[in-house]
T-cell receptor, first 115, second 113 residues
Framework: GDSVTQMEGPVTLSEEAFLTINCTYT??????LFWYVQYPGEGLQLLLK?????DKGSNKGFEATYRKETTSFHLEKGSVQVSDSAVYFC??????????????FGRGTQLTVWP | ETGVTQSPTHLIKTRGQQVTLRCSSQ?????VSWYQQALGQGPQFIFQ???????GRGNFPPRFSGLQFPNYSSELNVNALELDDSALYLC????????????FGDGTRLSIL
């Protein structure tokens, strides 16, 4: 079945360091891919998305490229800030019959950025 | 633009009781999905509603049921609560379609004693 695998956390970085959080997926067909961020005590916020191969999603300095050949959607940021500390979730959505629009999430990666 | 709102924020119940959680969709959205997020885990899909009908269901027993109303708001009902039902319950609204991003509320934290 469809699934998402994220790199295990936690990830701890100093401010201005480079961030990569790996995400790979398993799906049949052509999924849409998403990154969501969850701050403490809150719900999930959409960070970025890509709906077809080679698309690059970007937002707030974060980027991820949909790589069909490697079934990956790695999240990157060139220079992290303390305010980026949160849990990051990779997710996929594939329309197939009655499960149209269902999101499959990875387990999440906790990021902590120190000043 | 009003976002997704959920109520209540927190709830404490005992085993065997029943609970109803509520969700108001973001303006313009016609699809509502519910997810269960256990501590330290990613959200798990419970079900989705579109045009007041269940459009898909995850691996949850029938004691998890839902409703969607004509204004696209929604309820999640859980009967015969079990200790393992303790979790954060998230509602997400969207337009219908697999490439449409889902917008989440802040969730209801349900604790079962």
């Amino acid at each position: 079945g469809d699934s998402v695998t994220q790199m295990e956390g936690p990830v701890t970085l100093s401010e201005e360091a480079f961030l990569t959080i790996n995400c790979t997926y398993t799906a049949t067909g052509y999924p849409s891919l998403f990154w969501y961020v969850q701050y403490p005590g809150e719900g999930l916020q959409l960070l970025l998305k890509a709906t077809k191969a080679d698309d690059k999603g970007s937002n707030k300095g974060f980027e991820a490229t949909y790589r069909k050949e490697t079934t990956s959607f790695h999240l990157e940021k060139g220079s992290v800030q303390v305010s980026d500390s949160a849990v990051y979730f990779c997710a996929l959505s594939e329309g197939r019959g009655s499960t149209l629009g269902r999101l499959y999430f990875g387990r999440g990666t906790q990021l902590t950025v120190w000043p | 633009e009003t976002g997704v709102t959920q109520s209540p924020t927190h709830l404490i119940k005992t085993r065997g009781q029943q609970v109803t959680l509520r969700c108001s969709s973001q303006s313009g959205h016609n699809t509502v999905s519910w997810y269960q997020q256990a501590l330290g885990q990613g959200p798990q899909f419970i079900f989705q509603y579109y045009r007041e009908e269940e459009n898909g269901r995850g691996n949850f027993p029938p004691r998890f049921s839902g409703l969607q109303f004509p204004n696209y708001s929604s309820e999640l009902n859980v009967n015969a609560l079990e200790l393992d039902d303790s979790a954060l319950y998230l509602c997400a609204s969207s337009l219908k379609g697999s490439n449409q991003p889902q917008h989440f509320g802040d969730g209801t934290r349900l604790s079962i004693l």
